[in-house]
């Protein structure tokens, strides 16, 4: 997910409120609607035809923005990971002041860059001759 934003979300505003926008093609839809289950208080909006463009578009703004997407945002490793991404959303984030998103409310990452509520699991199933066999899926 945070490379998804990384590559294709806009940090900015519409000069009242800040915003983080995905905005993708429309044969990416599976895709921002997976993002979406997963962070539902953003707004999917489209399908929309401009200028030869056929898209969707994912956002977050105001307390969706701020309860939503940057508590998960500033418990990653954003700023280590891809520092130029980083600066952009620092940026939006001052012109807008918003403050950063205090520790406690922060979810946490068990040792992946799951969050703790999309917790990873492991089925196992017996073959026909009793030994076990383990396969990764996560969940949700």
């Known amino acids: 997910m945070l490379g998804l934003l990384i590559g294709e979300a806009h940090f900015?505003?519409?000069?009242?409120?800040?915003?983080?926008?995905?905005?993708?093609h429309v044969r990416h839809e599976p895709l921002l609607r997976w993002v979406n289950e997963r962070f539902p208080y953003a707004r999917l909006?489209?399908?929309?035809?401009?200028?030869?463009?056929?898209?969707?578009?994912?956002?977050w703004r105001g307390t969706q923005l701020q309860y939503?997407?940057?508590?998960?945002?500033?418990?990653?490793?954003?700023?280590?990971?891809?520092?130029?991404s980083y600066g952009r959303y620092q940026r939006m984030k001052e012109r807008y002041r918003?403050?950063?998103?205090?520790?406690?409310?922060?979810?946490?990452?068990?040792?992946?860059?799951?969050?703790?509520?999309?917790?990873?699991?492991?089925?196992?199933?017996a073959d026909e001759d009793g030994t076990s066999?383990?396969?990764?899926?996560?969940?949700g």
């Open 12 to 24: 900015g505003g519409d000069q009242k409120q800040a915003q983080v926008t995905l905005k993708m």
């Open 45 to 59: 909006y489209g399908p929309y035809f401009h200028n030869n463009r056929h898209y969707f578009q994912l956002m």
């Open 68 to 84: 939503g997407l940057m508590p998960w945002l500033e418990a990653t490793k954003w700023s280590e990971i891809d520092p130029h």
């Open 98 to 125: 918003l403050t950063d998103v205090p520790l406690y409310a922060r979810p946490t990452f068990e040792g992946s860059l799951l969050p703790a509520w999309e917790s990873l699991t492991v089925e196992t199933s």
């Open 133 to 139: 066999r383990a396969s990764d899926q996560a969940s």
